[in-house]
């Protein structure tokens, strides 16, 4: 008697196996298409410690997003020298990251000039028109979106509400870099500012390289500077609690772009929340990966703005803050 398999066995086998073949299948091929997305960031804090909240607060948008560290790898860089930005991003470009993340305007710049495929999100303080970065903020073009405070109008609120808290304020040192790309804008943007409110302007030069910041209080002083306006740059960033220190032993009052700086001590700030930025360019980054083209997005502008001051501060060099202005503060360092 012959035995052997039916053709209506060999049928099932066949099926049976291909059943069998079918999860391993399906099990590599998601091995294969779980690819981990590179996010290149250059923040503007200046280095690890000041970056790390930034970091944190992308991180923690991707998160919200159901990225994990199993999906997603997050490459930051920081520079020692302003014109570093080139062989940063290059750096970055070698690692073939997916998306880069940039907040300083001359690393901005630095990135459009560097690549044209590699998608841009920038997180920004500065007028991307303005500044040349995009002619459109409907609709960017090229490889770069983002989110971008247009500062023209806030540098004049902020010094608004400087002058509230300062009554006496008659003479603003600019503290800054005029080597950097931010500087000339925003000089001028707070110039601009300045008549409206009766304030003399002058500018507090230092080389962010090494920054003689010492000097720079002092020139302020003997030129008659009652108060200080710091126009941030990632490496006078570093300096920021000894720019603070500075400030309170000379009895000036201090303010900037951040809510950060206050925490390091200087006076106030008035801002969008750049944490809050920075999660929000998280969905920016989401949609990329997801095949969205970046010069279609729209740049987004902050609508909230936060006055946060430093009590302490105001203590140390003797002031008593307006109740009327303190009523307006968002938050409030004691």
């Known amino acids: 008697m012959k035995t052997g398999i039916s053709g209506t066995q060999k049928v099932f086998c066949v099926i049976i196996f291909c059943v069998l073949l079918f999860p391993l299948a399906s099990s590599a091929q998601a091995q294969q298409s779980a690819k981990v997305a590179r996010i290149g960031v250059l923040s503007g804090g200046g280095d690890a410690k000041n970056a790390r909240p930034r970091i944190q607060s992308l991180l923690q948008g991707l998160r919200d997003l159901g990225y994990d560290g199993k999906n997603i790898l997050i490459e930051d860089r920081y520079i020692e020298k302003f014109n570093d930005y080139p062989g940063v991003l290059s750096e970055l470009l070698q690692l073939k990251v997916d998306v880069l993340v940039v907040q300083p305007l001359s690393a901005i710049r630095a990135a459009k000039k560097t690549t044209q495929t590699i998608p841009i999100v920038l997180v920004t303080n500065v007028d991307p028109i303005a500044n040349g970065i995009v002619e459109s903020l409907a609709r960017p073009g090229g490889n770069i979106t983002g989110l971008a405070t ?15 808290m300062v009554p006496h304020l008659s003479r603003i040192g600019i503290l800054g870099d005029p080597n950097t790309a931010v500087w000339p804008v925003a000089f001028k943007e707070y110039e601009a500012a300045t008549g409206a409110l009766r304030i003399q302007i002058q500018s507090l030069e230092v080389r962010s390289t090494n920054p003689d910041l010492e000097r720079a209080f002092q020139i302020g002083i003997k030129q008659g500077t009652n108060g200080v306006v710091m126009i941030a740059t990632p490496l006078l960033s570093r300096y920021r609690k000894q720019i603070a220190d500075l400030a309170i032993k000379n009895h000036l009052p201090l303010t900037s772009d951040s809510s ?6 200087f006076l106030m700030s008035y801002a969008a929340d750049i944490s809050d930025q920075y999660r929000r360019a998280a969905t920016y980054v989401d949609k990329i990966l997801k095949g969205a083209n970046p010069g279609d997005m729209p740049i987004e502008q902050p609508t909230k703005f936060e ?14 803050i307006p109740p009327n202005v303190l009523a307006r503060a968002g938050k409030v360092i004691k």
């Open 307 to 320: 006055l946060v001051m430093n009590l302490k501060t105001a203590k140390q060099i003797g002031l008593t």
């Open 260 to 265: 950060e700086y206050v925490e390091a001590g």
């Open 150 to 164: 247009l500062s023209r109008e806030l540098g004049g609120k902020r010094l608004e509400l400087f002058k509230e």
